[in-house]
């Protein structure tokens, strides 16, 4: 089975602190995203990765910034946290081609509150 | 624009009823779709996808349909039981954004006994 993890479920931060998410898969997936999901706004695509230390933004990049040093883990960076990045923030992975679909698997989640 | 949405926000019935969970999308050129359930805590799990090659595809009690004509999708659940009480959401691959899926905002699914 696909396992994606995710560092923390649940994180409290102050205002302008510098926020890391981790998430590690074990698939060896190629392919891995981040996004925050929100009530009333369903999940927003923040930033997505095709391969180690390649990164293209999602449809709400502002304010975030990712890594991807090793294929397995892809991290999420909040460079100074601000109250309207509380969320639930989730990870997921995928490989093209396997069983010719783009089945994207996901994390727990991790619930960022912001103060 | 481009937009995937659901037609309904909650949907409640009984348990061992039949559930239809309905999406429409608005762009043509997507080639795939996924559904995916989310229990309340957790992340979202695939349920089950289509190609827009593909009309009909049947799983263990789920159905999904799409007709590209009126860019609908629909899930079906047979026989729903209070497990399959979660938030469920339809998402599309736009050739343009490679990879990444377009969520629509997810429909409410609460079964009562």
Same mark, same amino acid.
């Given at each position: $089975? +696909?396992?994606? *993890?995710? %560092? %923390? #479920?649940? @994180? +409290? =931060? #102050? *205002?302008? !602190? =510098?926020?890391? @998410? !981790?998430?590690?898969? $074990?698939? $060896?997936h190629e392919n891995m995203f981040w996004y925050r999901q929100d009530p009333g706004l369903g999940l927003r695509l923040i930033y997505f990765s095709y391969d180690v230390k390649m990164k293209e933004k999602g449809d709400i990049p502002e304010g975030y910034s990712v890594s991807r040093e090793k294929k397995e883990r892809f991290s999420l960076i909040l460079e100074s946290a601000s109250t309207n990045q509380t969320s639930m923030y989730l990870c997921a992975s995928s490989s093209p081609g396997q069983g010719d679909t783009d089945t994207q698997y996901f994390g727990p989640g991790t619930r960022l509150t912001v103060l | 624009g481009e937009s995937v949405g659901l037609h309904l926000p909650t949907l409640s019935v009984q348990e061992g009823d039949n559930s239809i969970i309905n999406c429409a999308y608005s762009n043509s050129a997507s080639d795939y779709f996924i559904w995916y359930k989310q229990e309340s805590g957790k992340g979202p799990q695939f349920i089950i996808d289509i190609r827009s090659n593909m009309d009909k595809r049947q799983g263990q009690r789920v159905t999904v349909l799409l007709n590209k004509t009126v860019k609908h999708l629909s899930l079906q659940i047979a026989a729903t039981q209070p497990g399959d009480s979660a938030v469920y959401f339809c998402a599309e691959i736009l050739r343009q954004a490679g990879t990444a899926l377009i969520f629509g905002k997810g429909t409410t699914l609460s079964v009562s006994s």
């Amino acid at each position: $089975d +696909v396992k994606v *993890t995710q %560092s %923390s #479920r649940y @994180l +409290v =931060k #102050r *205002t302008g !602190e =510098k926020v890391f @998410l !981790e998430c590690v898969q $074990d698939m $060896d997936h190629e392919n891995m995203f981040w996004y925050r999901q929100d009530p009333g706004l369903g999940l927003r695509l923040i930033y997505f990765s095709y391969d180690v230390k390649m990164k293209e933004k999602g449809d709400i990049p502002e304010g975030y910034s990712v890594s991807r040093e090793k294929k397995e883990r892809f991290s999420l960076i909040l460079e100074s946290a601000s109250t309207n990045q509380t969320s639930m923030y989730l990870c997921a992975s995928s490989s093209p081609g396997q069983g010719d679909t783009d089945t994207q698997y996901f994390g727990p989640g991790t619930r960022l509150t912001v103060l | 624009g481009e937009s995937v949405g659901l037609h309904l926000p909650t949907l409640s019935v009984q348990e061992g009823d039949n559930s239809i969970i309905n999406c429409a999308y608005s762009n043509s050129a997507s080639d795939y779709f996924i559904w995916y359930k989310q229990e309340s805590g957790k992340g979202p799990q695939f349920i089950i996808d289509i190609r827009s090659n593909m009309d009909k595809r049947q799983g263990q009690r789920v159905t999904v349909l799409l007709n590209k004509t009126v860019k609908h999708l629909s899930l079906q659940i047979a026989a729903t039981q209070p497990g399959d009480s979660a938030v469920y959401f339809c998402a599309e691959i736009l050739r343009q954004a490679g990879t990444a899926l377009i969520f629509g905002k997810g429909t409410t699914l609460s079964v009562s006994s």
